[in-house]
Every structure is written in structure tokens, then in C-alpha cells.
Nanobody, 121 residues
């Protein structure tokens, strides 16, 4: 079965950096686009960024543009999210998601359990 396991979250001070990882298994990772989605406590879901199978990156959400970078290593079946210059408002549960196809825009059919990132001084 499809499994997506996030890691790398935790507590960080404003201005700091974190790198999230998502270990994927149960499917041919290199055949599917992948995305990161987050949920701020008490608020709705917010799409963050997506990457296609060839490495093409969909422009990130305005709230993280210039600070977050999505990438993937198909040989390791791993998705990454590099987060720099973190802000308090970045505090959220971050989800690794599998797209239904090789590109973003056709829905997501699998989600990880999520990992908490807390930005606080």
C-alpha cells in the first residue's frame, strides 16, 4: 500500500531553517507528481508547492515564494521541502501528498500523517 512518511519537523526560531523529508513507498515514485500542503492550527488547508516527475516546479504559494524550495530524489523515493527564513506564520502541520498523475492539477489521492513545524522565539 502507498505510504508517505514525513520527517524533519520541530521547533525553530524565526529566521531559521528546516528541511522536511518525505519517504515514499508502495508505488512507482518517479511516475507521479508530488506536493506539499500545510494546515495552520485552527485554519484550513493551504497548498504550498508541487513538483512534476521531470523536476518542473509549479510556482509556489505567494506566502512562501522565495523562501521555500521543493525538490525530489527519484533514486531514493524521497520528496523534500527546504524552508528558509521561517516566520511565525509558517507554524503548521505539513503534509506530503501524492498527485493522481504525473503533473499537478488533477487531485491528490494519498496523504502522509503530517508533521508539525513550530516557529517561535
Amino acid at each position: 500500500q502507498v505510504q508517505l512518511v514525513e520527517s524533519g519537523g520541530g521547533l525553530v526560531q524565526p529566521g531559521g531553517s528546516l528541511r522536511l523529508s518525505c519517504a515514499a513507498s508502495g508505488f512507482d515514485f518517479s511516475d507521479y507528481a508530488m506536493s506539499w500542503v500545510r494546515q495552520v492550527p485552527g485554519k484550513g488547508l493551504e497548498w504550498v508547492s508541487s513538483i512534476w516527475i521531470g523536476g518542473t516546479v509549479t510556482p509556489s504559494a505567494d506566502s512562501v515564494k522565495g523562501r521555500f524550495t521543493i525538490s525530489r530524489d527519484n533514486a531514493k523515493n524521497t520528496l523534500y521541502l527546504q524552508m528558509n527564513n521561517l516566520k511565525v506564520e509558517d507554524t503548521a502541520v505539513y503534509y506530503c501528498t501524492k498527485e493522481r498523475t504525473n503533473v499537478h492539477g488533477n487531485g491528490m489521492d494519498n496523504w502522509g500523517e503530517g508533521i508539525l513545524v513550530t516557529v517561535s522565539s
